[in-house]
């Protein structure tokens, strides 16, 4: 370009005039599964020359990603659109509670628009026409990750939505449908775009990781020269040469679920399955329709753990279903004596208007249901305890998330995972004096860990340099 030229665009540049983008406030509530469909949100938006509000008095228009899994989310639902309203005024409504436009409506009359779960186009739609972009190439930037809600250093990465199995106390396939899986070359240019813009831990999440790719029939896409099934085993194999730790959540028991095992035990994959058995007594597991086959699930965590060790298993249950009696009770804290899980997350029933469980007879009483909540939490955080007791004295591998501030001695601490902990669901890794380490931490890092001490949830350390 001749300077002449240059002048003349320069001049052109400093003439153009850059509106300032609008701005739009983001309120996301439900599951990591919603906390993705916000990502997803948000990436189109900035795309589209949006700017992020921070608080409600500078947005144009503010979001309510809602959750509609139990009525309590859902009220919790009602209470942050209601919050918006009166903050902002300006508010649409997103979300699987989206689904219930009429019931929002109802409520709120003036809302501007109320789309359902994965409408993309039509809550980005809804968007523009409330405030319209500032179109301009100066503004038209997009991080090439995307936009993240998690801090750069993990990732949830959501490899389908909807569900086939039918559990009787959800309803989530009636929010979200039938399994649709997305192509394995999609899934892993996503996971290598995070892992080049930062992210360390990738969580694979959807409504069951074990039935990925059924619907498209396992049809395998060109990735980097070569074949890739979609199946959890194949996606498992590649993420795991991104360098990233990668965490599989929401997998169901099936038979296949053994091959990603060995994964774990070369270190391609992190060791740890988040398995929501929800039960183990096979009449409960009846009325939730649910697989029982507990006794053979049993023998596979055997298994499991031969061939990989230090394999971590995550699950949560549900106590107080409908026709839960004592001896059902009773059975499930036997089970779990037997299966040792690491990490157990425990729900009192709550009936979710529109799940088939509402018809089952046999309602358990509040107060049972709370006792027996104490009497499984008070299990599993023994087994827990007992777990993490044996890890002292042990060097653990442990990402950093968060750096602490000096005390008066000049000692700072930081918390961090090891990798049988799972982000907000599981516990931390609290360390001391890092300010000892040579270079510093920074979020994100992974560094080793000498285990000093334990209780029922955390561990405690020092990092050895
Ligand atoms: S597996 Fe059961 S609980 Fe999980 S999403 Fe599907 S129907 Fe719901």
């Given at each position: 370009m001749t300077f002449a030229a240059y002048e003349r665009k320069r001049a052109n540049i400093m003439a153009t005039q850059i509106p300032l983008p609008p701005k739009v406030g983001m309120v996301s509530l439900g599951c990591p599964k919603a906390l993705v469909d916000s990502e997803r949100i948000l990436t189109k938006l900035r795309a589209d020359g949006y700017d992020m509000s921070p608080d409600y008095a500078g947005a144009d228009v503010v979001l309510v990603n809602t959750c509609g899994f139990l009525d309590s989310a859902k009220e919790e639902s009602l209470e942050a659109i209601g919050e918006a309203m009166a903050e902002n005024g300006r508010v649409i409504v997103t979300g699987c509670m989206g689904n219930e436009a009429d019931a929002i409506r109802a409520r709120?009359?003036?809302?501007?628009a109320v789309t359902g779960a994965h409408q993309y186009e039509d809550v980005v739609g809804a968007v523009h026409e409330a405030a319209p972009p500032a179109r301009g190439e100066f503004v038209d930037l997009v991080p090439d990750a995307g936009l993240k809600l998690t801090p750069r250093h993990y990732s949830y990465l959501k490899i389908s939505e909807g569900c086939n199995h039918r559990c009787s106390f959800c309803i989530i396939p009636s929010l979200r449908g039938d399994l649709v899986s997305r192509r394995p070359d999609a899934i892993l240019r996503e996971a290598e775009k995070l892992v080049a813009a930062g992210t360390r831990e990738l969580l694979v999440i959807s409504q069951?990781?074990?039935?990925?790719?059924v619907d498209i029939k396992h049809q395998p896409r060109e990735w980097h020269g070569r074949e890739v099934r979609a199946h959890m085993t194949d996606l498992a194999r590649e993420l795991g040469t991104l360098g990233a730790w990668v965490r599989l959540h929401y997998v169901y028991p099936y038979p296949h679920v053994d091959k990603v095992i060995p994964l774990m035990a070369e270190g391609l994959?992190?060791?740890?399955l988040d398995i929501p058995f929800q039960h183990a007594a096979p009449s409960v597991l009846k009325r939730m329709k649910r697989p029982a086959n507990e006794a053979k699930v049993l023998n596979r965590l055997k298994g499991w753990r031969e061939i990989c060790p230090d394999i971590t298993v995550r699950s949560t249950f549900v106590v107080g279903?409908?026709?839960?009696?004592e001896e059902d009770f009773q059975y499930l804290l036997d089970w779990l004596d037997e299966a040792q899980l690491d990490r157990v997350g425990g729900f009192r029933f709550e009936p979710v208007e529109g799940?088939?469980?509402?018809?089952?007879?046999?309602a358990v009483p509040e107060e049972v249901k709370e006792e027996r909540y104490q009497r499984l939490m008070e299990k599993t955080a023994a087994i827990s305890a007992a777990k993490l007791a044996a890890k002292v004295g042990r060097t653990l591998p442990v990402i950093i998330d968060e750096l602490g501030e000096a005390d008066e001695d000049g000692s700072i601490g930081a918390t961090g995972r090891s990798q049988a902990d799972a982000p907000e669901i599981d516990g931390n890794v609290f360390l001391r004096d890092v300010q000892a380490v040579s270079g510093g931490l920074l979020q994100g890092d992974i560094v080793n860990v000498v285990i000093e001490d334990a209780d029922e949830h955390d561990l405690y350390g020092v990092v050895i340099t």
């Open positions: 709120f009359p003036d809302v501007l069951d990781t074990s039935a990925y790719g994959i992190t060791p740890y279903f409908p026709g839960e009696s799940a088939s469980a509402n018809d089952l007879d046999g």
